[in-house]
């Protein structure tokens, strides 16, 4: 069964004034359990108004939502159970920290939830070890800490509810390129454990073609693709219309191609056109450069 | 959301009242204030009404501002009212009741007063409407600026409100998304009893206070970079020069206030 399903969901923006805007429109989407998926599309197409869909933070102008075939908004009181069920990471998470420690920062989601003291503690400790925090950090003040490391106290105070689905809004931008990878290694670690599902939203092509199982393109407020990587940068002029790019491991690869090469798949990881490059060489049968 | 709540109380407009220097704005409308407590006679007062709607008339201001300028002073209104209509003992008695007796004379100053502050609010609201608060701080910084010479700080003052107007709107939005995540993380803003409510704001006052200091922080710096040095020697984007419409309006209230005058002299005061 689908873990989110919208029905005809539209959301505008100052409705009944001269600055109306429509963020959504019309959006029928299913999205299944267990997926690692990546919201890409261009500042402003929509991207953010929708995920605040999927945990009840926006009520829809017009249509539905369902999470796990439960109707949003019809029981108000059922919301709360909602935001535990659907974690959301906003961008910048870090601003959003408050508490004295590390600790009871992530303990804020939890605790909100109802658990146990034990509980509480056991996945305090679980999430701070999994986003690679040590536990001498925990009782430091979150205002102490460095701009990647208050960032990962932000994502673990998310993951520590154990939400059924993660939706993260560019949990790497602003970031170096090492803590960048190193904030998307542990997302997907996190995913391969706990076998949740994982919305990720980013500007980043690369960071989505190489964690990602299925991407969704938004355009205009609407969806514009929903479907696998190889898909999805298949299309790659039709994405530059639009204002998103393909990896540029695809478009050096769509160069080689009209450059007569005989490339037939199709390439949007560095690590899988490595191989293909290795292989075609050494199918040459022995004619890599260093035997010329 | 909270975004849609609206800033001062501006409302654009190209009427010649918008077009005014807010300067001229200003000084008239103190004019207006003294006019309206100059005049000691109902025919005087009709006078201020007569130069209020009229004035509405011109401005283009639609007339359900004029209610909700009122609303807020609703309470003083029927508050003063109601002293003056059984406090004012002199005159024909029109009902008794025990202690309390209302009196014609005391009917007559509770119209007579409640007329008065209503023009008052609402004419002088006219300025805020057509005037958008930046404008606003820029006049009273020119019209103040006299007092630099007694070392009053006009210009660092008018710095200040101009900012804090500037950043009413993004700190509304980082409290709205602040609000999103802490909603996000279970927190419950909605139910529980006053202290519990209390409570619940911690989490969002705290970032926002970090992130205001940041940003001021931030702001400091950017404004040095940019050789801000305070007000000495600066010269000003928005160059505020009198005009035709400046004049003609000048005159219009002259001519009303001597309207005042004249009822002043023809007509009995009230009480």
Redesign the interface.
């Known amino acids: 069964m689908a873990v989110i399903r919208t029905e005809k969901l539209s959301f505008v923006y100052g409705e009944g004034t001269p600055f109306r805007k429509v963020a959504v429109d019309n959006v029928d989407l299913e999205i299944n359990e267990g997926e690692f998926i990546g919201i890409i599309g261009h500042t402003g197409s929509g991207k953010s108004t929708l995920i605040q869909h999927f945990n009840g933070l926006l009520r829809p102008t017009s249509g539905e939502v369902y999470i796990d075939g439960e109707k949003l908004w019809d029981d108000k009181k059922k919301l709360r159970d909602i935001r535990f069920k659907v974690g959301l990471v906003f961008q910048y998470p870090e601003y959003q920290l408050f508490e004295e420690t590390c600790y009871k920062d992530i303990a804020f989601g939890p605790k909100n939830m109802g658990l146990s003291e034990d509980e509480i503690d056991k996945r305090v400790r679980e999430t701070a070890q999994l986003v690679g925090l040590k536990p001498e950090l925990l009782e430091k003040s979150p205002f102490e800490l460095s701009g990647g490391q208050k960032r990962r106290v932000a994502i673990a105070g998310v993951m520590a509810m154990e939400p059924k689905v993660l939706i993260l809004d560019e949990p790497a931008s602003g970031l170096d390129p090492k803590g960048r990878s190193q904030i998307l290694g542990l997302i997907r670690e996190y995913h391969k454990e706990k076998k949740n599902t994982v919305m990720l939203v980013s500007h980043s092509m690369e960071d989505v073609a190489k964690h990602c199982s299925k991407i969704l393109v938004m355009n205009n407020a609407s969806i514009y693709c929903y479907d696998t990587p190889a898909n999805v940068f298949h299309r790659s002029t039709e994405l530059e219309s639009m204002g998103l790019a393909v990896p540029q491991i695809t478009r050096v690869f769509d160069r080689l191609k009209a450059m007569g090469a005989n490339i037939n798949d199709d390439v949007y990881t560095v690590g899988y056109g490595k191989d293909l490059l290795c292989r075609m060489l050494s199918d040459k049968g022995g004619q890599t450069p260093d035997d010329n | 959301m909270l975004k ?1 709540i609206t800033i001062g109380q501006y409302f654009p407009g190209r009427s010649p009242i918008h077009k005014m220097d807010c300067r001229v704005k200003l000084i008239l409308t103190i004019v207006f204030i003294v006019m309206l407590f100059i005049s000691g006679n109902m025919i005087g007062l009709y006078v201020g009404v007569v130069f209020t709607l009229v004035t509405y008339l011109i401005s283009g201001i639609p007339f359900r501002m004029i209610l909700k300028s009122l609303r807020p002073i609703l309470p003083i209104v029927i508050f003063t009212s109601l002293l003056n209509i059984f406090f004012i003992r002199t005159g024909d008695i029109l009902w008794e009741w025990k202690f309390l007796k209302i009196t014609d004379n005391g009917v007559r100053t509770a119209i007579f007063m409640t007329i008065r502050i209503v023009c008052l609010i609402v004419g002088s609201s006219l300025l805020t409407y057509t005037t958008s608060p930046i404008d606003l701080t820029d006049g009273i910084e020119r019209l103040l600026s006299p007092l630099k010479k007694i070392r009053v700080p006009v210009h660092e003052l008018a710095m200040m409100m101009t900012i804090a107007l500037r950043f009413i709107p993004t700190l509304i939005e980082e409290t709205d ?2 609000m ?9 803003l909605e139910t529980g009893g006053p202290i519990a409510r209390a409570k619940a704001l ?2 969002i006052l ?2 926002l206070f ?2 205001s200091f940041r940003r001021a922080e931030e702001l400091a710096l950017a404004m040095e970079c940019r050789c801000y040095h305070g007000g000495e020697g600066r010269t000003r984007m928005k160059q505020l020069k009198l005009h035709l419409v400046d004049l003609i309006a000048v005159f219009y209230v002259a001519a009303f206030f001597a309207g005042v005058i004249v009822t002043n002299i023809l007509f009995k005061a009230v009480t």
């Open positions: 849609d998304k602040i999103s995540a802490q909603k996000a993380r279970g927190a419950d911690i989490p705290i970032p970090v992130s």
